[in-house]
């Protein structure tokens, strides 16, 4: 989209030169700019394609791209942030000027999507990692619109490019208060965090069509094989037991300094206990 981002070991992505205010003529560029999206992002086509030969079939590979609330968190802040102070003086001063914003970054996300199931991905997930940063109506307004831009349009610009349909997984990270909407957008998968209750989830979700995923604390991996055990057991009785209806996973990503035989032990009393 025409800024410069850097990938910063322990830090994540950097923006040297973010963007200031609407008037600072970044602003018009980024959103006027014509994204060739194939041609930008060849190099991440490429290893989608070559990774899928690699796995021949041993597990599905996912796709992703962040969520266009964090993604814009990311353009404005210069990189991650405790306060937001930059983004929420955005959204708070400059409201249409960020939604016009994050229409443009939901229609690169689509595309940039799409293509990746053209090289191999065989689902996709969407990470809206900032999502806690928003109150339930700022998630309503400056979130969900364009969550459900993408599920809308990504199985459309599928069918255009005559590929299959692939499942869509969304996982807004903190933002628990929003679960029942996020089981209506659309998405047939919806990741969860730590902080939703996983027998709680199941009551909101009803009896829609939609797989949970997640969502044990990734800490328990920091803990005693009988610990761990105990929060599978928790986590499976939360979701119904069984298979049905649910991926086993974290509610998040895997921490620093995890002994590798913890995580495979926690994936095997999962196995166990859903047998």
């Given at each position: ?131 806690a940063e928003l109150s339930p109506s700022s998630f309503k307004e400056f979130s969900r619109p364009y969550l459900a831009y ?126």
């Amino acid at each position: 989209m025409g800024m410069t981002v850097e990938m910063v070991d322990k830090k994540g992505p950097h923006f040297p030169e973010p963007l200031e205010s609407p008037e600072d003529g970044q602003y018009e560029r980024v959103l006027n700019k014509k994204v060739d999206v194939a041609a930008e992002l060849d190099y991440v086509y490429k290893a989608i394609t070559l990774t899928r030969h690699k796995l021949k079939g041993r597990v599905p590979l996912f796709g992703f791209c962040g969520a266009p609330w964090t993604l814009l968190c990311y353009m404005v802040e210069g990189g991650g942030s405790k306060l937001f102070v930059k983004t929420k003086t955005w959204v708070y001063r400059y409201p249409e000027a960020s939604k016009a914003l994050l229409q443009k970054i939901a229609e690169v996300c689509v595309e940039y999507l799409a293509l990746q199931v053209k090289a191999g991905a065989q689902l996709v997930q969407v990470f809206d990692s900032w999502a806690a940063e928003l109150s339930p109506s700022s998630f309503k307004e400056f979130s969900r619109p364009y969550l459900a831009y993408i599920s809308e349009n990504l199985p459309k610009r599928l069918k255009e490019l005559g590929l299959e349909q692939v499942p869509m997984v969304v996982f807004a990270k903190g933002a628990w208060y929003a679960l029942d909407s996020l089981c209506d957008l659309g998405y047939q998968v919806v990741g969860l965090d730590w902080l939703q209750d996983p027998a709680e989830a199941v009551r909101i979700r009803g009896n829609r069509p939609v797989v949970f995923q997640g969502n044990a604390d990734p800490g328990v991996l920091y803990g005693t094989r009988s610990e761990i055990t105990r929060v599978v057991e928790e986590m499976v009785n939360g979701f119904g037991g069984g298979k049905q209806g649910w991926i086993a996973n974290l509610g998040h990503g895997i921490t620093p300094f995890v002994n590798p035989e913890d995580l495979k032990f926690y994936f095997q009393e999962i196995h166990r206990l859903t047998k």
